[in-house]
């Protein structure tokens, strides 16, 4: 499975862009008198108001873009999702965009959604992703919101492949091509080994499958930029409430290696051809 989004990430700084301009319904009317005439008057006949989502391209003189406009909505019609710019980005014709008008506070979620909305699953068939790229605004830190759509992208990849397509064996190679790009450790129990190891509920699922069952784990220490905490990255734990326990201290209702009430390692586990 390719582990590479080339199409998730920002356009680099500098690039010829094209002014993306939010214009919020309250602050339409005063925004749109200080605009050229004759934007004023295409706004005005396409029905723009700044509702949100709603997305118009304002012509040059030679057919071009000149820019484009997005409504930002009301704080209210905002409040009732995220991810705004996502829908912008795929009403867009393809092109380099400049995000004009956008407050600070929301920067890193509209670029994140913006991000997003060009994932596409193209496994089995050729699909048609948002193609407006976008310069990641400033004061966003771009190679984070990079590397968390990536993640995006991988888990989506994974969640939409069909199982006969994604069997333990499958699973393990993808696993082990991550580990390979980030430098992090990898290690697997397979078949009889899961018992040894006292994880026979994993085998007990999966031995009956025409592949081994397996329980599949990866640690990494991150790098200079994004370095978790050392003890997490040891010995944590994940549970249902999604908070790491650094210390691998026994449970009340499980044993040492995490069976039992509610507890489980932040681990793939592939037990059959199902997971």
């Known amino acids: 499975m390719d582990l590479s989004f080339a199409a998730l990430t920002f356009a680099e700084q500098g690039t010829p862009a094209i002014p993306l301009h939010l214009v919020a319904e309250d602050a339409?009317?005063?925004?749109?008198?200080?605009?050229?005439?004759?934007?004023?008057?295409?706004?005005?006949?396409?029905?723009?108001?700044?509702?949100?989502?709603?997305?118009?391209?304002?012509?040059?003189?030679?057919?071009?873009?000149?820019?484009?406009?997005?409504?930002?909505?009301?704080?209210?019609?905002?409040a009732r999702g995220r991810f705004h710019l996502a829908g912008v980005a795929a009403a867009l014709p393809e092109g380099t965009y400049r995000l004009e008008g956008l407050p600070q506070d929301d920067?890193?979620?509209?670029?994140?959604?913006?991000?997003?909305?060009?994932?596409?699953?193209?496994?089995?068939?050729?699909?048609?992703?948002?193609?407006?790229?976008?310069?990641?605004?400033?004061?966003?830190?771009?190679?984070?919101?990079?590397?968390i759509a990536a993640g995006e992208a991988l888990t989506r990849d994974l969640i939409n492949t069909p199982a006969n397509d994604l069997g333990p064996d499958a699973l393990e190679a993808v696993c082990t091509d991550l580990a390979g790009q980030h430098d992090a450790k990898i290690t697997c129990r397979r078949g009889a080994d899961l018992i040894q190891e006292n994880f026979p509920l994993i085998h007990a699922v999966g031995r009956a499958a025409s592949q081994a069952p397996r329980l599949i784990e990866m640690t990494w220490h991150?790098?200079?930029?994004?370095?978790?905490?050392?003890?997490?990255?040891?010995?944590?734990?994940?549970?249902?409430?999604?908070?790491?326990?650094?210390?691998?201290?026994?449970?009340?209702?499980?044993?040492?290696?995490?069976?039992?009430?509610?507890?489980?390692?932040?681990?793939?586990?592939?037990?059959?051809?199902?997971?």
């Not at 005439?37 to 030679?62: E, H, K, M, N, Y």
């Not at 790098?223 to 003890?231: A, E, G, I, K, L």
């Not at 549970?239 to 201290?249: K, M, N, S, V, Y």
């Open 107 to 147: 920067a890193v979620t509209e670029a994140l959604g913006w991000l997003l909305s060009h994932y596409a699953f193209e496994r089995y068939h050729k699909q048609s992703p948002a193609r407006a790229r976008l310069i990641a605004p400033e004061g966003v830190d771009a190679a984070r919101l990079e590397v």
């Open 28 to 78: 339409f009317e005063a925004w749109i008198e200080d605009q050229a005439p004759q934007v004023a008057s295409w706004l005005r006949a396409t029905g723009f108001t700044g509702a949100l989502g709603r997305t118009v391209v304002v012509p040059d003189a030679q057919g071009g873009i000149a820019m484009a406009v997005a409504g930002y909505g009301s704080e209210a019609t905002r």
């Open 222 to 275: 991150g790098t200079r930029r994004y370095r978790p905490d050392p003890d997490a990255g040891r010995q944590g734990r994940v549970f249902r409430h999604g908070r790491a326990q650094p210390q691998a201290r026994k449970l009340d209702g499980a044993d040492e290696k995490g069976h039992g009430r509610g507890g489980h390692r932040a681990r793939p586990r592939a037990d059959d051809h199902g997971s």
